[in-house]
């Protein structure tokens, strides 16, 4: 049981540490492309955004520029620029859910692709370790446990976190299934009912023929 226990640890401790890929997507003038990230509260997140120079021996093309919008899932909008070549945003999150990077072109005639460059980093992943080591004058070994540390830290917070969203969707299960009983036991009543008055309308209707 510990040997599976340290298993789960270091694979999980592996994805963390796991050196995260830029994205890279196509963007079309005139259309908008949406990027959701599923977030915990009081969690840190920075992103850094760019347009890919289609010819890097010529300028940017005054077309390439794009707005860029992240909010959260309340609504609450955290960075936002207009018509822009590159940028990056940085905030911790206030409450927990999804956040959403908007990216938009304005439209062209004829119609550009944009190629985005899109780095988006949460938790741990998010901290800047090489100014931690500078102004804290760590050294390797000790920076390697800050990681460690904060990276557990993360490990409980996501557990913690995850077991909440588990007990909100058993409440809303709970629920639904009071619902769906409620409304079965309505839709059972309302058919004897039709049925009892299909009854009593033939019956009545067979007696002024005086057929029975």
């Known amino acids: 049981m510990v040997e599976l226990r340290l298993l789960v640890a270091l694979i999980l401790l592996g994805f963390l540490f796991s050196a995260s890929e830029a994205l890279r997507f196509e963007l079309q003038s005139g259309h908008t492309k949406c990027i959701v990230e599923d977030m915990k509260a009081n969690a840190m997140t920075v992103g850094k955004y760019s347009v890919i120079n289609p010819d890097e021996a010529q300028p940017m093309p005054p077309s390439h520029k794009l707005t860029v919008r992240v909010t959260s899932s309340h609504g609450n909008n955290h960075h936002y620029s207009e018509l822009v070549e590159s940028g990056h945003f940085a905030f911790h999150a206030v409450e927990a859910g999804d956040y959403m990077a908007c990216f938009w072109a304005p439209d062209h005639k004829p119609q550009t692709t944009l190629t985005v460059e899109f780095d988006w980093k949460t938790g741990v992943a998010a901290k800047d370790w090489g100014n931690v080591a500078k102004k804290g004058s760590v050294d390797v070994m000790e920076?390697?446990?800050?990681?460690?540390?904060?990276?557990?830290?993360?490990?409980?917070?996501?557990?913690?976190?995850?077991?909440?969203?588990?007990?909100?969707?058993?409440?809303?299960?709970?629920?639904?299934?009071?619902?769906?009983?409620?409304?079965?036991?309505?839709?059972?009543?309302?058919?004897?009912?039709?049925?009892?008055?299909?009854?009593?309308?033939?019956?009545?209707?067979?007696?002024?023929?005086?057929?029975?």
């Open 143 to 212: 920076l390697e446990l800050k990681k460690l540390f904060d990276t557990v830290t993360s490990i409980h917070e996501e557990m913690m976190y995850l077991r909440e969203r588990e007990s909100e969707m058993q409440d809303l299960n709970i629920e639904t299934n009071s619902k769906m009983a409620w409304l079965s036991l309505l839709s059972l009543v309302l058919c004897l009912s039709v049925a009892g008055l299909q009854w009593w309308h033939l019956k009545t209707f067979f007696q002024k023929k005086k057929l029975i």
